[in-house]
Structures are given as structure tokens and as C-alpha cells.
């Protein structure tokens, strides 16, 4: 006859091997899946190598392309207002033209001035080599802030 001690004594040695069992089977099913998944040969592994290297390099060229193509629509955009600086300088010197001598002479310098932060400017942009994206960047905003204040100052002489 079985007791209720005995009984206890049993499930819990039925239930220790069920555990022990589930966990082995859990244990080999993981190290099953891991080596199936690690099982690319050496080929295989060169090839997916390759397909890397060779997104990499895409990447890479469109972002040169792209960076230079930024490059060169700022050239382009820089030259159209350095030229309609040049314009605007021309326009005002034969506006001055006629005026009394002292005044005359104040906008001419003031004129020189500017005309030649304008050629500085053109020449610098035209002067400009590639160097590597985050030198560009501050070059730009740089350049942008100098254009932005020979523009103001365009303004003021010429109202």
C-alpha cells in the first residue's frame, strides 16, 4: 500500500524528471538552431561579404555625387549673386554720378569698398577645393554669413 508520503515522494520525482527532460530538449533545440543558422560555408560567407562591400561602395559613390553636386549648384547660385551684386553696384555708381563732389566721393569709396568684398568673395568661392563634407559645410555657412552681410550692406548704401 502506497501512503500519501510515498505518493508526494513520487510526484515530485516524476515532476524533477519531467523538468529535467523539458530543459534538455529546450537545451538541444537551441544549440540545434544556433549551429543550423552558423552553418554558412566559407564561400558563402565571402559572397555575403562581397554583397556588403560592394553596397558599401554604392553608398559611398552617391554621396560623393551628391556632395559634389551640392558643391557645384552653390557655385552656381553664388555667382548669380555675386553677379547681380555687381549689378546692383554698377546701377548705383551711375546714379551717384551726378551728385556734388563731397557726396560723390563718400559713395565712391564707400563703393570701392564693396566692390571689392564682392571680387574677394567670388574669388574665394572660385578658389574653394573639396575637402571632405564637414569642411564644406563650414566653409558654407561661413560664405553664406559674409554674403548675407555684403548683401545688407548693399542695401543700406543703396537706399
Given at each position: 500500500m502506497i501512503t500519501n508520503n510515498s505518493a508526494d515522494f513520487y510526484l515530485k520525482i516524476s515532476n524533477h524528471k519531467m523538468k529535467k527532460t523539458i530543459l534538455i530538449s529546450a537545451a538541444i533545440a537551441l544549440a540545434s538552431s544556433t549551429i543550423i543558422t552558423?552553418?554558412?560555408?566559407?564561400?558563402?560567407?565571402?559572397?555575403?561579404?562581397?554583397?556588403n562591400v560592394d553596397a558599401s561602395n554604392k553608398q559611398l559613390d552617391q554621396a560623393k555625387q551628391d556632395y559634389q553636386k551640392d558643391i557645384d549648384n552653390y557655385r552656381i547660385e553664388t555667382a548669380n549673386k555675386i553677379a547681380a551684386n555687381d549689378k546692383t553696384l554698377a546701377d548705383f555708381r551711375a546714379r551717384i554720378k551726378d551728385q556734388k563732389a563731397d557726396a560723390k566721393a563718400d559713395y565712391e569709396k564707400k563703393l570701392a569698398d564693396l566692390e571689392r568684398e564682392n571680387t574677394d568673395m567670388k574669388k574665394q568661392m572660385d578658389d574653394y577645393k573639396s575637402d571632405g563634407k564637414d569642411k564644406w559645410e563650414t566653409f558654407k555657412a561661413g560664405f553664406n554669413k559674409s554674403m548675407d552681410d555684403l548683401g545688407e550692406s548693399l542695401k543700406d548704401l543703396t537706399r
Open positions: 552558423g552553418c554558412d560555408t566559407p564561400a558563402q560567407k565571402v559572397e555575403n561579404a562581397q554583397e
